[in-house]
């Protein structure tokens, strides 16, 4: 069995409030399909956060659609297994099923309920792919712990498999254990035991964790050669393209060799080229050290016919005046096509925190969707408003609260 991993497209992202990215994954699935064309595998894996937001515009709809129909038409013997992450609406992504299933793409949404009975093949055939080659258990974004659900279904392949074909597992989680440099969510992202995968499987095909990896072989993570392991061996992919500027290391695909159930997984990284690379300016690792020297940085960046996304890395002590992140849209205007701006300063110096960067998340997407007070969210993010007085706003909140609940009670 031979499949193609990938995860984490984020498709529909837009970048620093600002630049939309469908260019870059036109740049990517270019590439995608070529390596489908040439490899012909027997299935290819999206392993979640197929799109960035729960409700992608019309456009990026279209584009999912019109990517994977061409991948389809391409690849007819080719399996599709595209599974919810926790970007993605788990119900939207479930309520598409049966048509894609026509075109023998796979969507999986809906994660088995906590109280799902192990010996009920109904719920188990949503989760099972079952293909001439081998077998993909695909479970999407869970919020609990389903082991006893994983490991049902793992058993139920099992006993499916007197042939001894090889077993994909295809998850969107984050592994303890795991290297997360670069994650937009590092100090508030759960993290759940592998145990929790069940056994069984020869390959797990995880998504969520950006950067490409095989658990427990750190010093292979940014190999681009074939590895060999023994059954079992685990992996993030990574995603498709950088989704932050902290995310600079290359990023890949992964293609994977099962010759049967219980022996060797031989992993390929494909590496992707991105059309647009992230840099920090100066380029030389110091810092500037007054607007000028920034503007001059990125005069220069422009003049010399570089392009991608830059930020900038400036002395704490800099002083900036308010109109510096427009005179900065206005040296880049020529070449907006090209050249991209990331307003968040990266601030360097003795006060500066080593591990602060913008793109660092203050809250997962759950977390977000459970938060009732406007206020907390102002609370968490206060310092993206210089200048605001918590205690007037407050003050404010209150007085609308209030004079909700008169309405409500009149
Ligand atoms: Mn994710």
New binding site residues.
Partial sequence: MKIIHTA?LHLGQILYQNYDRVDEHIHFFRQLERWCREEQPDALIVS??IFDLQQPSAATRQFFNERFVALARQNPSMAMVLIA???DSASRIQADRAVWELAGVHLVGIAPSADADGNDDDWQDRYIIRLESGFIVALPYMTGDRRHQVQALLDRVAAENPAGKPVVLAA?LAVTGSDLTGHGEVGTIRTQELATLGSGYDYAAL??IHKPQTLGHPDDALKLEAVTYPAGAVRYSGSALHVSCDEAYPHSVSLVNLPQHGSDVTISPLRIEELRHFHVLPEDGSACTTAEEALDAVRDFCETGRCGYFRLRLDFGTLLPSNFNQSVYELIAAREEDVRYNPKILWAGETAEPDASPEQAVFQVAELQQMQDPVTFIEKTIDQYPGLDLATVRAAFEEVKAEMKKKEEA
Avoid: A, P
């Fill in positions: 984490d979640g956060d992450g926790n970007h969107h998504g969520h």
